[in-house]
């Protein structure tokens, strides 16, 4: 279909360059008349390579969009396999930075509570930490002063009335 246009604007443009060359060739008393006609069928001729270079055009984009198209079908298949592994990363870091974030406000959340604990009740807090200073430094010197184990020894079997007693 687009060879049999290309064809009848090649017989068009034709058929003007032929009319023109007889309109030059031409000399007679019609001479203002025929610069008129000359000047309307150069326009036509004009527009019609204009018409035939955007047929050119058009089927030249046609070829390029199907190369593109084959090419862009794996290029998208490539992408597509790029943008699920960053999604399975992306996905990995934001599943860390969750758990992170809720073992951050546990923490933040026991240590306020042991905060409001002990200022609700400032003398068992001073009581606590004493009792814990005082509980390590006996068990400090408890450590220290520890004697030696004993070595183990065997005592001999004894037999009354034919009992044996181990």
């Known amino acids: 279909m687009a060879e049999a246009a290309a064809e009848e604007m090649e017989l068009i443009s034709l058929a003007i360059r032929r009319l023109m060359e007889e309109k030059n060739n031409r000399t007679g008393s019609h001479r203002s ?6 000047q309307f069928l150069s326009r ?38 790029e943008v699920k592994r960053q999604n399975f990363i992306t996905h990995c870091l934001v599943s860390a930075m969750v ?16 905060l409001r604990d002990g200022l609700s009740n400032p003398f068992k807090s ?10 390590s430094a006996i068990q400090h010197k408890i450590e220290a002063t520890e004697l030696p184990a004993l070595p183990h020894v065997n005592l ?9 007693i181990q």
Do not use: C, M, Y
């Open 156 to 164: 001999p079997d004894f037999h009354l009335n034919d009992h044996k």
């Open 44 to 81: 036509l001729l004009s527009q019609v390579e204009s018409t035939r270079e955007q047929g050119r055009r058009k089927h030249s984009q046609q070829d390029d969009k199907i190369i593109q198209k084959n090419l862009t079908e794996k290029e998208i298949v490539k992408e597509i396999k």
């Open 99 to 114: 758990v992170l974030t809720v073992a951050w406000q546990v923490s933040e959340v026991s240590f306020i509570l042991k």
């Open 33 to 38: 008349s025929g610069g008129n006609d000359l």
């Open 126 to 135: 001073l009581a606590r930490i004493l009792k814990r200073n005082t509980t």
